[in-house]
């Protein structure tokens, strides 16, 4: 039997807003589509949260015994800046910017994505479109659109009609926004939009002179809107209807509520049975800009070389910290939760390893059973990581425990707690194992803060010839020592 068919998963579909009881359309099959990243510069460590979120929810419905097809998109055209309908591709854009052929951005940004993904030991998706290579598909979805009626053709440009389209079908089912605030949110302030209400949206653009991203169309020479490339390749892979559609909350709308009009307009379905978003990240308390300096990227936050944090983070160790909130709630990175985070990883990678040296006793005074239970109970409800996590750490005491003699496992029930551990551990939470990582870096630390002391102690004594000799050896091995007011401390790069 399979577990899915003894453990009751809930999940919190944005749609209703309310905890629902998943049951997929095709059990054991589960399609889930993800809003991949516009592969145009770095990821932003936001979007890497949205991409672990996922990643730990694709492994648990696998780990359920469902058969899941998981389609996360790269999109490598249509995006333009501002997410609106005019201005630059912001690939063609990086493109001119730096003299390169935007396929040479989109191939740096997408092994680049991929790379980081992996070191958070991310599972790749089933399949990972893009839209470049769904042209023709998306053309063929355009014509659907505009045999129903609902969308409309000026000067080679093809828009979605949105006031005609939410006389049959409420426009703004998932953001909960009606079209009167829409419209009067909207400023056409020069009147010159080709567009028939300013609250339609564009399926097909026109390419100016100065756009190089460009494919030819029955309506001119142009590319597609941002929003069909989702619409496209969730039903190419997922069919019409399917489980799961994520992403971050940011893109509930428009992109969220342009998907669905677009499905529903090509074929009449709500294409979607459960809308999953998750929260946004901040940083020591405000939210990241590069504008305002109060940015991290992922491969610094590994290395530590950003001015903003002490030291240096393994990306398990980030992915623990990321874990300790619930998907849908906000989380704020910082120093002291990071290395709050470190230690408590360090704690579980430590009890892992002492479960080995437990000797089985005659009898048990842990219940392992009914601990099990609790932690599938944790993820059952709309994948409760942080609780889950709270119940690893009693188990965690309960093992130091019984290193100390003061608690006690039968054979079975250990043999039950190694199996349940590694599996919500690494094959759920999808933590590495990386406990010869902490001794070495354990290690490293401890060899760093012995050359510190000396340096400082040849500064002490004005033996520049030495500290700076300290200092260069070090940086020729990769080492950066950075002076702070509390000290030294060291990054590796
Ligand atoms: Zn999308």
Redesign the pocket.
């Known amino acids: 039997m399979a577990l899915y068919q003894d453990q009751q998963l809930k999940v919190t579909n944005s749609l209703s807003g309310k905890k629902e009881t998943f049951v997929p359309l095709n059990s054991p099959n589960v399609g889930m589509?993800v809003?991949?990243p516009t592969v145009y510069s770095d990821v932003h460590l936001g979007n890497c949260r949205t991409f672990i979120s996922f990643d730990m929810i694709y492994r648990y419905l696998s780990h359920l015994g469902y058969k899941v097809r998981y389609v996360r998109?790269i999109?490598d055209a249509g995006h333009l800046e501002n997410d609106a309908d005019e201005g630059e591709d912001k690939i063609a854009k990086k493109a001119r910017l730096e003299q390169l052929e935007p396929m040479e951005i989109v191939q740096r940004y997408t092994v680049d994505f991929r790379n980081i993904m992996s070191s958070f030991n991310a599972l790749p998706p089933s399949i990972e479109p893009t839209a470049t290579g769904h042209i023709v598909e998306q053309i063929a979805m355009i014509e659907e659109i505009m045999d129903k009626g609902l969308a409309y053709e000026v000067k080679g440009s093809v828009y979605f009609d949105v006031n005609k389209y939410n006389k049959e079908t409420h426009y703004g089912i998932l953001s909960g926004r009606n079209i009167e605030e829409l419209i009067s949110g909207t400023r056409d302030l020069d009147g010159q939009s080709e567009k028939r209400s300013p609250i339609d949206f564009a399926l097909w653009k026109k390419a100016s002179p100065m756009h190089i991203m460009r494919w030819p169309s029955p309506w001119s020479v142009g590319f597609p809107g941002?929003?069909l490339?989702?619409s496209v390749m969730?039903s190419k892979y997922l069919g019409q209807e399917f489980d799961i559609h994520g992403?971050g909350m940011d893109?509930k709308f428009p992109?969220?509520e342009c998907?669905i009009a677009q499905n529903h307009a090509a074929n009449g379905k709500h294409a979607v049975k459960y809308w999953l978003h998750t929260n946004m990240l901040t940083l020591n308390g405000q939210r990241m800009s590069k504008s305002t300096g109060n940015t991290v990227l992922p491969g610094e936050l590994f290395t530590g070389n950003n001015k903003l944090l002490v030291k240096g983070f393994a990306p398990s160790v980030v992915r623990f910290f990321m874990m300790q909130a619930h998907y849908s709630s906000m989380l704020d990175f910082s120093n002291d939760a990071l290395l709050a985070a470190e230690k408590g990883y360090f704690r579980l990678m430590d009890a892992l390893k002492n479960l080995d040296k437990i000797t089985p006793a005659q009898s048990s005074n842990f219940d392992v059973t009914a601990w099990r239970q609790k932690c599938y109970d944790a993820m059952n409800d709309d994948f409760n990581s942080p609780i889950l996590i709270a119940h690893i750490f009693d188990a965690v005491k309960a093992i130091n425990a019984a290193t100390d003699g003061k608690q006690q496992f039968n054979k079975q029930d250990l043999a039950l707690l190694k199996e349940t551990l590694s599996g919500f551990v690494f094959d759920i939470l999808g933590l590495a194992n990386t406990a010869e990582t902490n001794s070495d870096s354990k290690k490293l630390d401890a060899a760093m803060n012995v050359l510190i002391a000396m340096r400082n102690r040849a500064r002490n004594d004005k033996n520049w010839a030495l500290s700076d000799a300290i200092r260069d050896e070090l940086l020729a091995n990769g080492i950066v020592l950075k002076d702070g007011k509390d000290g030294t401390t060291y990054s590796v790069e």
């Open positions: 589509y809003c991949g998109n999109t941002w929003h490339e989702c969730s992403g893109l992109h969220h998907e």
